[in-house]
């Protein structure tokens, strides 16, 4: 393993027996590939990231149509990397999902200008590598602004609802950067696409030593090759193995469980 990211940690954290089928059997999936969820945040992030690398608001009044010119091409070249299942039930179609990413493109702008996130030193999509105790973490960060309020981490996400495993996410990506740089961000946020909206945390040494934990935790679990399944979680339902897995039988049988098979 080069380095622990925060996809591994939840994963191993969420089920230790899928985490084992991807990283280390490196399993083929047996429930069809479906990226449909996935579309409207990776587009919104390639935005956010050309806005930064390309200074598109020195265009002022032109940059919400170019960042639209933009999302349409972002949107076909991923469609065509991407497997989604558009005949499933309660969704969009192809043409609808653009339309509603077309539509929401000023609301990156509008969340830049409320949080006042322009800043003379921005790093979209930066690697962060650390060492925690031995062992390597890390990940990529949609967004490091050194603003004259003070450092500022954020996380993008293009999720209808909001989870606290978000405000963990950016917790790992401040432990990262805290043992990079021994620095900890006066301000980590979640940026929640839709809602032209930041949910902020203040992290202290003490939040960032409870997860330090929990990752090494879960790293010498790992080493110790501890990868039974402890307690039912709702991700069953979301897991390529699903089809095939024995322990995923008695998950099924929950009120949260059918009522998200009747959407999948
Ligand atoms: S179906 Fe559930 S129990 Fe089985 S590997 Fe996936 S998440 Fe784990």
Redesign the pocket.
């Known amino acids: 393993m080069k380095y622990f990211s925060w996809n591994r940690y939840l994963t191993y954290r969420?089920?230790p027996?899928?985490y084992k089928?991807i990283y280390i059997l490196r399993k083929e999936r047996t429930v069809s590939q479906d990226d449909y969820h996935f579309l409207y945040g990776s587009v919104m992030h390639s935005l956010v990231e050309s806005f930064y690398k390309n200074s598109l608001w020195e265009m002022r009044k032109e940059c919400v149509n170019t960042l639209r010119s933009q999302a349409k091409s972002f949107y076909k070249n991923l469609l065509r990397e991407s497997k989604v299942l558009w005949h499933k039930p309660h969704r969009k179609s192809q043409e609808e999902l653009l339309e509603e990413i077309l539509n929401d493109v000023p609301k990156i702008t509008a969340a830049i200008k409320k949080y006042r996130l322009l800043s003379k030193l921005v790093f979209p999509e930066q690697n962060l590598r650390a060492d925690l105790s031995g062992y390597k973490i890390g990940g990529r960060t949609d967004l490091i602004l050194h603003r004259q309020e003070g450092l500022t981490l954020i996380d993008g996400k293009g999720s209808k609802n909001k989870s606290d495993d978000h405000r963990e996410q950016v917790l790992f990506y401040a432990l990262s950067y805290y043992l990079a740089y021994k620095k900890i961000p006066k301000f980590s946020g979640v940026w929640y696409f839709r809602e032209t909206q930041i949910d902020w945390h203040a992290f202290k040494i003490e939040d960032l030593k409870r997860l330090s934990n929990l990752i090494i935790t879960a790293l010498k679990a790992i080493e110790q090759e501890k990868f039974e399944?402890t307690s039912k979680?709702d991700?069953?339902f979301w897991?390529?193995?699903?089809n095939t897995?024995s322990?995923?039988e008695d998950?099924l049988d929950t009120p949260y469980g059918k009522v998200i098979e009747a959407f999948l």
């Open positions: 969420n089920c027996l899928r089928n399944v979680r991700n069953c897991c390529e193995y699903k897995c322990v995923h998950h």
